[in-house]
Structures are given as C-alpha cells and as structure tokens.
C-alpha cells in the first residue's frame, strides 16, 4: 500500500491548547437533537419545523427514494418544508460532494439544511454538502451498523471506494433520527457490525483516559463523561446484545433492540469522540487496507477484530476471551481465519503499516510498535480460534 494512501490532511482541531503550557481543555461534542422510534421517519416534518428549518436539501439514494426516503419527503411536504430531492450517486468523493453542494447552492430559494438519508457514505456526504452550504444537517440513518450518525467528521473516499481523507468539523448534526421498524427489518449483519462498532468505545475510552497525552477528535483532553457514556455504552451491549439480534432476526423492534439502536448510534457516538480512539479502530483502518478484506466485510467487523487485538496488546486476557467470546456467538470475525487470512499471510504487512498509520495510536498507555502490533495480532487470532473452538464443542 503506498504510503500516500495513509496519509490524513491535518484538521484544524477545535480545541486550544491552554496558556502556559498548562494542556488541553476538556471539550464536550454532541448532536444537538436525537429522536429514536418505531415510525418517526413519517414524522420529519414535525421535527423540522421545530428545529425552524422550512427549506431542505434531502441527500438520498435511490434505494431510498422509493422506501424510508419517500416517508420522510411526505412528512416534510405535509409540514410545508420544502424539499430539494438530491440523489446521491454511490461513492462519498470529493466530486460528488462539491458537484451535490453545487446543485443545492444553484437552487432560486436557498435551503436551510441537509437531510442525509441512507447508510455511511450518504450520511458523510450529507455533513460534508451541509459544510460547504454553511447549513445545518439532520441525519437519518436506515442502520444501526456504526455510531457515525451524530459524528461531526465526514470520511472521503476514491472513485474505487479506497479511504482517501477525513474532514472534521466544528458542529454535529443538528437532529440525528433513527426509524427502529427500519432498522428492525435489515439484514441482523448489520447490527451486529454497529454492536462491535459501539463495543469498541469503552475499551478505547478506557485507553486514552490511561494514556499520558490522550486527545479526542476535537484535540482536547477526554471528559469524564464520556468515559462513563462510554462503559455504560459496553454494559447495555454485554447485557442486551444477543436479545437485540433475536428482534432483528424476527424484524420487531421491542425493548432490547431499542436500547442497543441507542447503544449503537447514540451513546457510542457520544463516547467515541468525548472519550476517544485507540487501537481497536487503528487495527481496523490497517483491515481495511487489505483489498479481500475491505471488499467482503463492513466496518464494524472489521473493528470486532481489533477489540480482540487491543485487549491483546494490554495483556487484558480475561477481558479479550469475554469480548471474542461475545462477539463470536453474534457471528462476527474474531480469528484471521474468519477474514480468510493467517499469522503468516502476505496481506499481515499491510495491516501492520495501516495500524501504524493512524492518528489516534497515541491514545495507548504505552507505546506501540510495529512489531508489538504483529504480537497483538497473532495472540488475538489465538484468542479468537481459541473461543471459536469452545463454541463448537458446546453446540
């Protein structure tokens, strides 16, 4: 992998540093509005007039032109909120981002927010078209499958889909609001994938609160409060998980599945960048890194791997067989095997060099180097076949 590919543009951090060398502050992050519920999606209007907004841009696929994004497109015309449907185009590039802002811009009555529908990529290309119109952006995601929602960054990525860039911004979403019947009737993968994701704020939390000159995404020291957000985040996840994945499974809502929607998009969000990164989201930028890997698994599968490898690096063991053991009976990667790789695979340098890259590695205790990642990685997998193991001798 060339090394430009692991390159980030350098954001100018929201937080300063205090005078007389004396730190960071802590800073606090937050979606200003969130809303969760069977059927909210036909009540967006209602949500929009109360935050003052009459005009919006509405990102969508075409997929969701003719589902979730009809119902919400209904709702804000039976407001009076008027609509500027925008359908986006599959991959979040800096074209299809200047070339969707430019449209909405063009318009004879200006909008007055973005509303991005769908899954990641819209939902990124949705902040970073809201940024560059100097708007406000409500987030309607249709997954529960990461905690990106209510984040305040946006990521870019290449014609092909490769991660090219990251842009950070000083305000979150406006309203983040999340159908639970749509997220009941999705494929159960992609719940799993948002539980990994969630799961893995505590344990980086958790990290950079130990760690020497451990900043968030907004540059400033983690809060206390996002460090309990973020345990609390683990503890409705270790508590209520498998019953989630059953109401998925049966395409219900019901209280497990509500509190893990919350788990997933709220709390998680909220801990991630009050309380920060580390290793687990480093080992899954260097996953997916590696072609095979980013082309067959989502995000959050990739971040269950690096969970496992964290607790590895910190010579956690007991809590690294509990979270493989968790994460294994929800049917998520927790072994190279999984990932159709092994200790020995050509691909392992590139996952190396990819770990290595990331910017919030710093968030660790301790420091880490290549040749500690590749330790974490092989007792990980060992971790990983180990717990895979015992699942078959007790089914």
């Given at each position: ?16 540093p205090?005078?007389?060398?004396a730190?960071?502050p ?10 969760q519920g ?5 009540q ?5 007039n109360?935050?003052?907004f009459?005009?919006?841009?509405v ?7 003719g ?9 804000l ?6 609509v500027v449907?925008?359908h986006?185009?599959?991959e979040c ?11 909405l ?9 973005v509303?991005?529908?769908g899954?990641?990529?819209?939902i ?30 946006s ?9 090219e ?16 019947i ?12 948002g ?16 760690a020497p ?5 907004f540059?400033?020291?983690p ?8 345990r ?14 059953a109401?998925?499974t ?5 209280a497990?599945?509500?509190?893990i ?27 997916s ?11 959050g599968?990739?971040?269950?791997m ?16 509990k979270?493989?053991?968790f ?10 095997d ?6 020995d ?6 996952l ?7 910017p ?5 205790p301790?420091?880490?180097t290549?040749?500690r990642t ?15 193991a ?6």
């Amino acid at each position: 992998m060339p090394e430009s590919e692991l390159e980030f543009t350098a954001p100018d951090l929201f937080a300063a540093p205090l005078a007389n060398a004396a730190g960071l502050p802590r800073v606090w992050g937050s979606c200003a509005r969130y809303v969760q519920g069977p059927g909210v999606f036909g009540q967006m209007g209602h949500y929009a007039n109360r935050l003052g907004f009459s005009r919006c841009g509405v990102l969508l696929s075409q997929r969701s032109h003719g589902a979730e994004g009809g119902a919400i497109i209904a709702s804000l015309e039976s407001e009076d909120v008027g609509v500027v449907a925008a359908h986006f185009h599959g991959e979040c590039t800096r074209a299809e981002i200047e070339a969707q802002a430019a449209r909405l811009r063009a318009t004879e009555q200006p909008v007055d927010a973005v509303v991005a529908i769908g899954g990641g990529k819209v939902i990124d290309a949705g902040r970073a078209v809201a940024h560059r119109l100097g708007v406000p952006v409500i987030v309607a995601p249709t997954l529960a499958s990461n905690d990106a929602p209510g984040a305040c960054l946006s990521v870019i990525y290449t014609e092909d889909g490769a991660t090219e860039d990251a842009e950070i911004y000083d305000a979150n979403p406006a309203l983040v609001i999340i159908d639970s019947i749509v997220v009941a009737q999705a494929a159960p993968r992609y719940l799993a994938a948002g539980i990994a994701d969630a799961l893995a704020t505590w344990y980086e939390a958790r990290a950079t609160r130990n760690a020497p000159m451990g900043v968030t995404v907004f540059g400033a020291a983690p809060t206390r409060t996002g460090t309990i957000v973020a345990r609390h985040t683990a503890e409705l996840i270790y508590e209520n998980g498998a019953a989630a994945m059953a109401a998925v499974t049966k395409g219900v809502p019901d209280a497990a599945l509500e509190d893990i929607i919350e788990a997933n998009t709220l709390l998680s969000s909220l801990g991630v960048e009050n309380g920060g990164l580390a290793l687990a989201h480093a080992v899954a930028q260097g996953y997916s890194l590696i072609p095979a890997v980013h082309d067959r698994f989502l995000h959050g599968e990739m971040v269950a791997m690096g969970i496992v490898t964290q607790l590895a690096a910190e010579g956690d063991r007991n809590e690294a067989e509990k979270a493989a053991g968790f994460l294994s009976a929800l049917g998520l990667p927790v072994c190279l095997d999984d990932l159709g790789l092994s200790s020995d695979s050509a691909e392992i340098g590139t996952l190396i060099a990819g770990t290595m890259a990331f910017p919030f590695l710093g968030n660790l205790p301790f420091e880490m180097t290549a040749e500690r990642t590749r330790q974490a990685v092989v007792e990980a997998d060992r971790i990983g076949q180990a717990q895979r193991a015992a699942a078959r001798q007790s089914a």
